[in-house]
């Protein structure tokens, strides 16, 4: 949950924009880094990345085809929360109901089910809630600009919501895993799962 000045009226009056990389960006992810991840989020050197990452796969839903794609996610308990940008990614579409899936989630195989949401007060609080937990280097991850050092205000995020979207996984049983608040790390280029067959 977001902490007590989540919902402070005015903020630091801090810019919160969305980082939409070039075209060229998505193309370079889609047939070069998206392959590379694929592999390996499924091999034994999944640990490079798959505390940021994990794969999905799921059949759409019109189509029939099988697609897996890597995607950012965020751990709440038995839940897995990917954030992706609304207009510049399509996988989301196909859990705008509850829709089965299957993620690789560090090596280990799992069954899930999916569930979008559009609602921006809940995105804003999601997305406030990553960054309290893992600084505000997360931002590049969901998607974000943000100008200064303070984190922004929910109200602050939801001027930005509504070109983000928010898919809960939900998973039994997943192991505990000991996170490490505020982690620098390398951006991979992948963040946002462009849908392409497996």
Do not use: C
């Amino acid at each position: 949950m977001p902490t007590d000045d989540a919902t402070r009226e005015g903020g630091g009056g801090r810019t919160v924009e969305i980082r939409t990389p070039p075209e060229p960006f998505f193309l370079l992810e889609r047939y070069v880094a998206n392959p590379v991840l694929r592999r390996l989020l499924r091999s034994k050197a999944h640990w490079l990345v798959s505390n940021r990452l994990m794969l999905l796969s799921y059949v759409g839903r019109r189509s029939g085809t099988r697609y897996t794609t890597p995607v950012a996610y965020d751990r709440r308990e038995d839940t897995l929360v990917a954030t992706t940008l609304r207009h510049h990614s399509n996988w989301w579409k196909n859990f705008r109901e509850e829709h089965p899936a299957t993620v690789w989630l560090r090596g280990t195989r799992r069954k899930t089910t999916g569930l979008a949401t559009t609602d921006t007060r809940e995105i804003a609080e999601l997305v406030r809630s990553a960054l309290v937990r893992y600084g505000i280097e997360r931002a590049r991850w969901l998607g974000l600009k943000i100008e200064g050092d303070e984190l922004p205000t929910v109200k602050e995020l939801e001027a930005v919501a509504p070109e983000l979207v928010v898919v809960r996984f939900s998973v039994d049983d997943l192991e505990p895993v000991f996170q490490t608040l505020h982690i620098r790390e390398e951006e991979f280029s992948n963040r946002f799962g462009t849908e392409v067959p497996s």
